[in-house]
């Protein structure tokens, strides 16, 4: 199963439009999706403050930024797959 975090904080208006499309576009099964609170570690907040929302595979360092809409996302999710 692919793992995936979504960067985001409280408040994040942009992050909860990034979480609709990912509850349309993934299917039980498909991907685990953690919520990254990046308030709390330093490195994230300066990374990630002014991109948020973030999508992100670790395994293979794949970031999907923010506007991003079902069929981009759905593109992500194949070459996430396939890195």
Do not use: K, N
């Not at 973030?54 to 890195?83: N, T």
């Amino acid at each position: 199963m692919l793992y995936l975090e979504l960067m985001t904080t409280d408040g994040c208006h942009l992050c909860e439009h990034a979480i609709d499309i990912l509850q349309a576009v993934l299917q039980p099964g498909d991907a685990e999706v953690d919520l990254v609170d990046i308030a709390y570690e330093d490195d994230l907040m300066e990374r990630y403050a002014t991109r948020i929302p973030v999508l992100r595979a670790p395994a293979s360092g794949l970031e999907l930024g923010w506007p991003f809409d079902a069929e981009q996302l759905r593109g992500y999710l194949v070459a996430a797959r396939a890195a």
